[in-house]
C-alpha cells in the first residue's frame, strides 16, 4: 500500500494503516544496528512474547519483524477482519486502496468490514469498484449511503452485493427495488430510511438467506404489500419496524433469544475504535527507526488487537441485530413525529431465555428461572414506523411470516403464535369471499367447463355469501380470490384526460365529483372546481362530450345519472345552480365534440348533493342548511322544500335504489334519518345516530342496507328496515376532527371500500363480516408530495374495481381520478397499459 501511494504521489491514509495494524497482516521491514539486537531480544520476552519472529541475516541485522497476529486469531478460531473506514476518503485516494482491494484475496484476511459513519468525499463510482473488488470476502458494508448520491444506490439495487451484512441506513429510497444477487445476504439494515414508503413485486426476491431486517422510522405502512413483499424471503427470522426498549431495571430489552431460537447477531458496528495516529515517518523512513519508536509502535498494536479480540472474533454466522444508535448519531430530519413514542406493559413468566424449549414448545421451567408470573416489564416503542401504527399489526406479522420468531425486539412465543391467528382470523380476510386457499385460475376454469362444484365448497360449513352449487357468481368469485390472491400490489392509473383533447394546449381539468354510468359500462361523467360537467370513455380515455360553465357553474360537487333514460344526468354546482343536461341531443362544435342540451331548475342555495329516484320522476337536492328541496324532472319545478330536518346541515341525501319515495338523509348533527314522501316527511321513519357527524349515507344494492359514514372512519352498516346497529367495520381513528369519511358498496352488496381526506388509504372491507381484505396505498409521484382520498365509487359492472378521487396536499398540485384494478397486478400490467400511466399517475 505504501509503495502504491508513493506511485501515484499519495500520501497514505492513517486510518487505513490503523486497519491494517488492527487486522494483523502488516509486515514492517526494520534496518537497526547490531549492537541493538539484545535489546530487541530482551523486549520480545517482556513485549511480545510469541507474536513477533526475528529473522537474523548474514550480516547481522534484523531484516524482518514480522507481526503475526493473524496467526494467533486463527490459532484461537478468531477471524482475522480488515476494517476499510471511507470517512473522509478522497479520489485521490482511490487507486493505491484498490491495489490492496483486489489482492485480498490472497492474503490472509478472512473477511473484510466497510464502513462509512460520516461524510465522504469519495465519489460513488469510485466506493463500489473499491467494495465489489473485496468480492467474496466482503463482510460487512455499512453505509450513510447519502453520501454517494442515487446512482450508487440505483447500481447496488439492479447489480447486488456480495456481503453478508448491508447497512444501508438513511437511505433515500422512495420505493424498495433490491432486484440485484444478495446470495451471502443475512442481514439488512434500512433504518431510518425516511424516504422509503413502499416495495416493488420483487425486491427480496433475490435474498434465501435474509434473516435479518429493520426498517424502522420509515415511512412503510400497508400491511399486505409488506407482507407480499417478506413472503419472497424463506430464512427471515427477525424483524423490526420499531425498537421495543424495556426500561426497567428487571430486565433487558427484550431483543435476546433464548438457547431454542438462536438466531444471527451482527457485529458491532462500532467496534473499529479511535486509535492513536501513527506516524508514517515510521513506516515510510525505515532508516530513522529506533528502538523507542519500535517500543511505542508494536505493543500498542498488539495489547490494541488483545483488547478487541472479543468484539471482532464472533463468528459471521451470528449476527446480534439489536443495533441502537445513539441520537446524536440520526441527522434531526429523522427524529420521529409527535406522539409516536409509546408504552406498553408486558407480564413476564420468564427470563427471554427461557421463553421455549429447544422443540419450540413452552418452557415450564422458566416460570421460577429468575422471574415471578406477576411480575410486569414496562417497554417504550422508539424510532417506529406508521405500519406500527395499523391495528392488530403485531398479529398481522406473526400469523402472516410462520418461520418469524422475533419482532421488534420482542421473541415470539408459541402462545403469541397462537393468539395470533385467531386475531387474524377475526379482523382479516386472507382471500375474498372467505376462500382459505388460493386456487389456479386454470383449474377453476376446467371446472366450471365440466360444471364441478368447486374445491373451496367441499366442507360441511356452508357460506352464507356462496352456497354451494346455488350460487350463479360460484365460480366468478373463485377467479377474483384466484386473481386476488397472485398480488397484493393492484393496478393503477390515472384517467388520462385534459383540455388537449378540445384544443386547449394549456388546457387541464380539476375534477371535484365523478360518478358511473348505470348501464353503459365504459362511461364516465366527472364534474371540475370550473363548473365543467365532462362525460368520458374512461375505457379508451377519450372525451364523449364537454359542458362547459359558461359562467353559470362554480365547483360542481353534485352528479347523478337517470336511470329510465341513460343520456340523461343531473348537474350541481356549490353556488347553487342546477340543470338537467341530455348527452344525445346535442350539437357538434367545431372539434367533432358535441355540448349537450340542458334544462334549468330553481337555484338551491349552497348545495351538496343531488340523487334521482329509482323511477326518475324526482330528485331531491341538499346543501349546507337544514332543508331538502324536491323537484320534478318531468316539469321542470320544485315542488316542495322541506325545513329543519336536521339539527345542521345535511352534507348527503339519497334515494333508495327499488323505492321511488323513500330517502334517507345524513347530517352534521349526528344523525341519519329514513323519510317517507308518501307520509310528507314531517317526522323520519326513524333516527339512527353516530358519536360523531355524519359524512355521507348510501343504500345497499337491494336496499337491505344502510352504510353510514362518520367523521374519522366510524362505518357503520345499518338495518334499513329499522336503523338498527347491523355491522361495525371498526376502521382506526386519527383523532382529526377534520378527516371526512367516505363509504360505499362494491361487488353489489358484498365489500365496502372507505376512504378520509386526510388519509393516502383506502379500505376494503367485507360487508358481511366487517373483515379487512386489503389496504390500496396512494403515493404522489414526486417526494414528499402526499395525496388524500377525496371521493371514491365502485365500479358497478367489474368485481374489485373502483375509482378514487385523488387529491394532493400541495396546494398547486392537481386531483386525479385514479383507477384501480385489484385483479390485475401493477407489474404485469407496466407496458401493457395503453394510454394511462402506471402508478405513479401522469397529472391530468
Same mark, same amino acid.
Given at each position: 500500500y505504501i509503495e502504491s501511494c508513493r506511485r501515484h504521489g499519495v500520501a497514505p491514509r492513517t486510518g487505513f494503516l490503523s486497519a491494517l495494524f488492527k487486522s494483523g497482516i502488516l509486515v514492517l521491514l526494520l534496518r537497526v544496528a547490531r549492537n541493538m539486537f539484545g535489546i530487541m531480544l530482551n523486549s520480545s520476552k517482556l513485549f511480545f512474547?510469541?507474536?513477533?519472529?526475528?529473522?537474523?541475516?548474514?550480516?547481522?541485522?534484523?531484516?524482518?519483524?514480522?507481526? %503475526?497476529?493473524a496467526d494467533v486469531k486463527k490459532s484461537r478460531h478468531e477471524l482475522c477482519v480488515l476494517e476499510i473506514l471511507l470517512d473522509h476518503v478522497k479520489d485521490v485516494d482511490f487507486h493505491p486502496l484498490l491495489e490492496v482491494t483486489t489482492r485480498i484475496g490472497d492474503s490472509e484476511i478472512e473477511a473484510v468490514d466497510v464502513l462509512n459513519e460520516s461524510s465522504c468525499a469519495l465519489n460513488g463510482e469510485y466506493a463500489l469498484v473499491l467494495i465489489r473488488s473485496i468480492d467474496q470476502k466482503l463482510r460487512i458494508v455499512d453505509l450513510q449511503d447519502l453520501s454517494f448520491g442515487k446512482d450508487f444506490l440505483r447500481d447496488v439495487s439492479q447489480r447486488g452485493l456480495q456481503c453478508q451484512v448491508l447497512n444501508l441506513r438513511s437511505s433515500h429510497f422512495r420505493k424498495l427495488n433490491l432486484v440485484g444477487e444478495f446470495l451471502r445476504l443475512h442481514t439488512l439494515n434500512l433504518d431510518y430510511s425516511t424516504m422509503l414508503s413502499s416495495f416493488r413485486e420483487d425486491c427480496f426476491s433475490s435474498m434465501p438467506n435474509l434473516m435479518c431486517l429493520s426498517m424502522c422510522e420509515?415511512?412503510?405502512?400497508?400491511?399486505?404489500?409488506?407482507?407480499?413483499?417478506?413472503?419472497?424471503?424463506?430464512?427471515?427470522? #427477525?424483524?423490526?419496524?420499531?425498537?421495543? &426498549?424495556?426500561?426497567?431495571?428487571?430486565? *433487558?430489552s427484550g431483543s435476546s433469544v433464548g438457547d431454542d431460537q438462536t438466531g444471527p447477531s451482527q457485529p458491532s458496528n462500532a467496534s473499529h475504535l479511535e486509535m492513536p495516529p501513527i506516524s508514517l515517518n515510521l513506516l515510510i523512513d525505515l532508516d530513522v527507526m529506533t528502538e523507542q519508536a519500535i517500543r511505542n509502535l508494536l505493543p500498542f498494536s498488539m495489547n490494541q488487537n488483545f483488547q478487541n479480540a472479543n468484539e471482532d472474533s464472533s463468528d459471521d454466522s451470528e449476527v446480534d441485530f439489536s443495533i441502537h444508535l445513539e441520537n446524536d448519531q440520526l441527522d434531526s430530519s429523522h427524529s420521529a413525529p409527535p406522539g409516536w413514542n409509546r408504552e406498553i406493559n408486558l407480564p413476564s413468566e420468564a427470563t427471554s431465555a427461557a421463553l421455549s424449549n429447544q422443540n419450540g414448545e413452552e418452557s415450564s421451567e422458566g416460570a421460577i428461572s429468575g422471574h415471578v408470573a406477576d411480575v410486569s416489564f414496562k417497554y417504550i416503542s422508539e424510532h417506529a414506523s406508521p405500519i406500527c401504527f395499523e391495528q392488530h399489526y403485531r398479529e398481522f406479522m406473526i400469523a402472516s411470516i410462520p418461520q418469524l420468531r422475533v419482532l421488534d425486539n420482542l421473541p415470539i412465543r408459541n402462545i403469541d403464535r397462537d393468539m395470533a391467528n385467531l386475531t387474524f382470523f377475526k379482523h382479516f380476510e386472507r382471500l375474498p369471499y372467505r376462500r382459505s386457499d388460493k386456487e389456479s385460475v386454470v383449474s377453476i376454469l376446467q371446472k366450471r367447463e365440466i360444471r364441478a362444484i368447486p374445491s373451496s365448497f367441499r366442507t360441511q360449513k356452508q357460506m352464507p355469501m356462496d352456497p354451494?352449487?346455488? %350460487?350463479?357468481?360460484?365460480?366468478?368469485?373463485?377467479?377474483?380470490?384466484?386473481?386476488?390472491?397472485?398480488?397484493?400490489?393492484?393496478?393503477?392509473?390515472?384517467?388520462?384526460?385534459?383540455?388537449?383533447?378540445?384544443?386547449?394546449?394549456?388546457?387541464?381539468?380539476?375534477?371535484?365529483?365523478? #360518478?358511473?354510468?348505470?348501464?353503459? *359500462?365504459?362511461?364516465?361523467?366527472?364534474?371540475?372546481?370550473?363548473? #365543467?360537467?365532462?362525460?368520458?370513455?374512461? #375505457?379508451?380515455?377519450? &372525451?364523449?362530450?364537454?359542458?362547459?360553465?359558461?359562467?353559470?357553474?362554480?365547483?360542481?360537487?353534485?352528479?347523478?345519472?337517470?336511470?329510465?333514460?341513460?343520456?340523461?344526468?343531473?348537474?350541481?354546482?356549490?353556488?347553487?345552480?342546477?340543470?338537467?343536461?341530455?348527452?344525445?341531443?346535442?350539437?357538434?362544435?367545431?372539434?367533432?365534440?358535441?355540448?349537450?342540451?340542458?334544462?334549468?331548475?330553481?337555484?338551491?342555495?349552497?348545495?351538496?348533493?343531488?340523487?334521482?329516484?329509482s323511477t326518475d320522476e324526482l330528485f331531491l337536492a341538499s346543501g349546507y342548511s337544514k332543508n331538502v328541496a324536491l323537484y320534478d324532472i318531468n316539469s321542470g319545478r320544485r315542488l316542495q322544500v322541506f325545513t329543519d330536518m336536521h339539527q345542521e346541515h345535511i352534507n348527503v341525501v339519497k334515494f333508495s335504489n327499488r323505492s321511488p319515495s323513500i330517502f334517507a338523509t345524513s347530517s352534521f348533527d349526528q344523525d341519519i334519518k329514513m323519510w317517507d314522501l308518501r307520509q310528507k316527511p314531517i317526522r323520519p321513519c326513524y333516527t339512527a345516530t353516530s358519536s360523531k357527524g355524519n359524512v355521507m349515507v348510501c343504500f345497499s344494492p337491494d336496499d337491505h342496507y344502510l352504510l353510514a359514514s362518520a367523521v374519522d372512519n366510524e362505518v357503520k352498516q345499518l338495518l334499513a328496515a329499522d336503523g338498527s346497529l347491523h355491522l361495525d367495520f371498526q376502521i382506526p381513528a386519527t383523532g382529526s376532527s377534520q378527516n371526512y369519511t367516505r363509504s360505499y358498496y362494491l361487488n353489489g352488496k358484498d365489500y365496502i371500500i372507505s376512504g378520509s381526506c386526510d388519509e393516502h388509504v383506502v379500505r376494503v372491507c367485507c360487508a358481511q363480516t366487517g373483515r379487512r381484505l386489503r389496504d390500496i396505498s396512494l403515493e404522489g409521484k414526486a417526494s414528499g408530495s402526499s395525496m388524500f382520498v377525496q371521493s371514491l365509487r365502485g365500479d358497478p359492472f367489474r368485481p374489485f374495481n373502483m375509482s378514487i378521487l385523488a387529491a394532493y396536499t400541495r396546494p398547486s398540485s392537481k386531483s386525479e381520478i385514479v383507477k384501480v384494478n385489484l385483479l390485475a397486478s401493477s407489474e404485469c400490467n407496466k407496458e401493457s397499459s395503453s394510454g394511462g400511466s402506471s402508478f405513479p399517475f401522469n397529472s391530468m
Open positions: 512474547s510469541d507474536l513477533f519472529e526475528a529473522v537474523v541475516g548474514k550480516e547481522g541485522i534484523i531484516s524482518v519483524v514480522r507481526y %503475526s497476529a420509515t415511512r412503510i405502512s400497508n400491511l399486505w404489500t409488506t407482507i407480499a413483499a417478506l413472503s419472497k424471503l424463506p430464512s427471515l427470522v #427477525e424483524l423490526r419496524f420499531q425498537n421495543w &426498549i424495556c426500561c426497567n431495571d428487571v430486565g *433487558s354451494v352449487g346455488k %350460487s350463479q357468481h360460484s365460480y366468478a368469485r373463485s377467479l377474483c380470490a384466484a386473481k386476488m390472491g397472485s398480488s397484493a400490489w393492484p393496478y393503477m392509473h390515472s384517467l388520462s384526460i385534459s383540455g388537449n383533447d378540445l384544443g386547449d394546449e394549456n388546457g387541464s381539468f380539476r375534477p371535484r365529483q365523478f #360518478e358511473y354510468h348505470p348501464t353503459n *359500462s365504459s362511461l364516465m361523467v366527472f364534474g371540475t372546481l370550473d363548473g #365543467e360537467v365532462v362525460v368520458v370513455n374512461h #375505457e379508451k380515455q377519450k &372525451i364523449v362530450s364537454y359542458i362547459p360553465s359558461f359562467g353559470t357553474m362554480n365547483s360542481v360537487l353534485g352528479l347523478c345519472w337517470l336511470k329510465h333514460f341513460p343520456s340523461r344526468l343531473i348537474a350541481g354546482s356549490d353556488n347553487g345552480s342546477l340543470k338537467l343536461y341530455d348527452i344525445q341531443h346535442f350539437p357538434s362544435t367545431s372539434n367533432g365534440l358535441r355540448t349537450a342540451s340542458s334544462v334549468t331548475f330553481d337555484e338551491f342555495d349552497q348545495l351538496t348533493s343531488v340523487h334521482v329516484n
